[in-house]
């Protein structure tokens, strides 16, 4: 293929992939109230968009896809909201800062492999489907994206000219600050078990086993640490209504404020599909070597059920104070990661080296 037609695919199928993590975030919205409405026996959205079926022998009617056009009526509602902005903020600084906060989390899309070696109406992607497959350094990719995020939270508060957003940038870069540490410390993990940077190359080396099998303490880690990264509860210090009256975006209404909002959850089904790949075999699955279609399957069941445990430990857990999110990041995960990356490096050296082999031999198990 020429520069120009690679060029034309990964446009198309950016486009197609963006366009499908931007409609799934408008339901995941939906997915989280009605299951948080489940857990804490309530009544979630059952209005809107609903379809009415009569009952035998009368009585209420029945509501077919009750509220499934919640998310449209809620993005209806910030379009047409008044857009304020504070007399003093910093105006560009202040427009920029939505975006900030959005773009990282459709550039990370590039990277994730949503299925293997397919082809589709004719046209072969090769080694696997994704915007910019087989690109070597992935994982350092995603993790400088990431970076990115913080920015957007910082700026918002500080170019808002209030003191409750300034407070609620602070704790934002101060706890993603210190869950980065320990989160890039064990994506190395996967990098080290698959020997590549190489997203698709880290999905190829889980078909004989799930790294989740090898390394659950690295899985437990990341998955705390990337909830830090997502602010979600019980990390959501940095928008605690009873502290900081709503957090970094508290000065935003009408669509900038709904950019961070749909930032949010964009990345709660972006990092869910990160995790997927390090260490529960990303597309890998069933049957999957034989019909590769089925791979869009496993990525989006994969999703799914880390999207409900974001849910479920939400609908759980209170809020921590400030001091015992801070204890976690760095006097427990920090240091669990840094021991837990020096075993796995000696134990794959020791491998290499057939230690192991021997060690088995001179106990007449080799």
Excluded: C
Excluded at 62 to 85: I, S, W, Y
Excluded at 108 to 122: D, E, S, T
């Amino acid at each position: 293929m020429t520069p120009g037609q690679i060029a034309l695919r990964a446009l198309i199928v950016g486009f197609i992939v963006s366009f499908a993590i931007i409609t799934g975030f408008a339901y995941t919205t939906l997915l989280e109230r009605k299951l948080l409405a489940k857990l804490q026996h309530r009544v979630g959205p059952n209005r809107a968009g609903y379809i009415p079926l009569p009952r035998r022998g009368g009585g209420p009617e029945r509501k077919l896809l009750a509220g499934f056009l919640q998310p449209a009526a809620d993005a209806v509602k910030l379009f047409f909201k008044e857009d304020m902005r504070p007399a003093k903020a910093e105006r560009i600084t202040y427009n920029l800062a939505p975006m900030l906060t959005v773009m990282p989390a459709i550039i990370l899309l590039a990277v994730i492999p949503w299925a293997g070696k397919i082809n589709i109406f004719g046209a072969e992607f090769t080694p696997y489907f994704a915007i910019a497959p087989g690109l070597n350094v992935a994982v350092l990719f995603m993790l400088a994206i990431t970076s990115i995020s913080v920015y957007g939270v910082v700026l918002a508060g500080w170019s808002s000219n209030s003191k409750y957003a300034v407070l609620g940038g602070i704790r934002a870069s101060a706890q993603m600050i210190s869950y980065e540490l320990a989160l890039g410390l064990t994506v190395l993990i996967p990098i080290m078990l698959a020997d590549s940077m190489n997203m698709g190359d880290i999905v190829a080396a889980q078909a004989d086993g799930w790294f989740v099998f090898r390394q659950p303490i690295a899985a437990i880690v990341f998955f705390i640490g990337m909830m830090a990264e997502l602010q979600r509860a019980p990390f959501d210090l940095l928008e605690a209504e009873q502290e900081l009256s709503a957090g970094f975006n508290v000065e935003y209404s009408g669509m900038r404020f709904g950019m961070f909002f749909m930032a949010e959850y964009m990345k709660m089904i972006i990092f869910s599909a990160i995790i997927s790949v390090l260490f529960f075999g990303g597309y890998r699955g069933p049957f999957v070597d034989q019909l590769p279609g089925l791979g869009f399957l496993y990525m989006i069941l994969k999703i799914v059920f880390f999207l409900f445990m974001m849910i479920w430990i939400r609908a759980s857990l209170p809020r921590f104070r400030y001091d015992q999110l801070m204890g976690l990041g760095w006097k427990r995960l920090l240091p669990i990661s840094v021991f837990n990356f020096i075993f796995t490096a000696v134990m794959i050296v020791l491998y290499e080296q057939g230690i192991f082999d021997s060690l088995l031999k001179l106990v007449g198990l080799g």
